[in-house]
């Protein structure tokens, strides 16, 4: 007979005002890049301050690992040292399988070695999420990209050469990806249409540390003037806006009183603007942000757009809000096609939402019973978990492997603002995987 499994669950029991003040992590979406582009220094070892202590983070150090470089991480500063002359080029599947950001490696490699070979990264939960305008990019600056066997291999005889690009939509890994090609590639490369969010100037600013020459980061159109070396460099990871918004929403959904320290307003606005819409006292201090739940939430709508547009990211944890807004609101999802994966859980929880297209009509405020609920990605883990502060029952939330990728104690940090909130490991018996399961996880394998 097969024996019972142990399995983690987050339990919440709603009811309890937030109050007190929580701390921002470095921010695992400019943490990641940066960490690939410390394969393109020859010399030196680089020290990375604020490094959170997340999955994603030990999953790209094993990639690292794996490459041949020389890494260690502890008590949130990384040191990473690619002097190592025989990089491996290789980035298996088992990583980008956990883990998209894995081929952000692809640019630095092919930089840097002039081959690369990563595993083709598969849709997820959230979407498709094809890396066309990546490759598009690579080979405007002379590489040769062939698909096979579930790799991409891409190679350059001699070094890449710089061009002009112009990105079909602005994404932020493509960004990224050939920024770090482009930064040792012979001559400039212009891309346009390139992603503004706060985490590619993080990443600009590393590269620039390291001696390269990247112009115009945070706008629409960046240059880079390629180097023929780069050299390690210490750098600063910014606050987690995500994270940070995802604490002002559970503040903000609970009537509590927080202060987020390290929230940066100039990194917040259109969260911050569409919460005072609603109602939500924001104060911008120096060092963080206060937020003062009000008793009656007023309803709105969003329209997830790229940076400096409403941010896909806080989309679920910001539905949970909107749940308790009294009237009806609209979320429009217009950077992933496939994420409102949450909205089934949140009617399990007697949220009352209607899908037309890639609009959510959310209708409140809603007494949320709580239940038995998945994550099916990390940010629909984390609004799970805000609805159930707020909800008449226990809310129990198991797929805990999501939120574990992009937040750090998320159920301790909210225990120390008061909630109700505890990680529990429990028996559960072996059997057969329901259809349900089934596609969760066919669709949520990153
Ligand atoms: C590790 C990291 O930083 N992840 C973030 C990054 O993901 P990621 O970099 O994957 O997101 P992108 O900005 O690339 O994707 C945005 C949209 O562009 C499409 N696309 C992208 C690349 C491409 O070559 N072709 C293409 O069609 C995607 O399918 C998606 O619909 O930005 C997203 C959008 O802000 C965030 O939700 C993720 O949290
Ligand atoms: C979608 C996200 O991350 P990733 O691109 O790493 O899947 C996210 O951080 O919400």
Known sequence: MEENTLVEKIKVQGGKKLAGTVRTEGAKNAVLPVLAASLLADKGTSTIYDVPPLADVYTMKNVLSHLQMDVSYEDGVFTANAEQKALRPTAPFEYVQKMRASFLVMGPL???TGRANVALPGGCAIGTRP???????????GAQVEIGKGYIEAKVDGRLKGTNIYLDFPSVGATENIMMAAVMAEGTTIIENVAEEPEIVCLANYLNAMGGVVRGAGTDSIRIDGVDHLEAADHTIIPDRV???????????????????????EHLRPLVAKMREMGVII??????????????????DIKTMPHPGFPTDMQAPFMA?????????????????????HIEEFHRMNASIKIEDRSAIITGPTRLTGGEVSATDLRAAAALVIAGLVSEEETTLAELRHIDRGYVDFHKKLQQLGARVERVSVEEEPEMPSQRSIELNNKAIN
């Open 243 to 265: 994270e940070a918004g995802t604490f002002m929403v559970a503040a903000a959904i609970t009537g509590g009183d927080v202060f987020v320290e390290g929230a940066l307003i």
């Open 283 to 300: 104060e911008e201090k120096d060092n963080g942000m206060r937020v003062i739940g009000p008793d009656i939430l007023r309803p709105t």
């Open 110 to 112: 092919l930089a840097r």
């Open 131 to 141: 890396i066309d305008q990546h490759l598009k990019g690579f080979e405007a600056m």
């Open 321 to 341: 809000l909107l749940t308790q807004a009294k009237g009806t609101s609209i979320v429009t999802e217009n950077v992933f096609e496939n994420r409102f994966m």
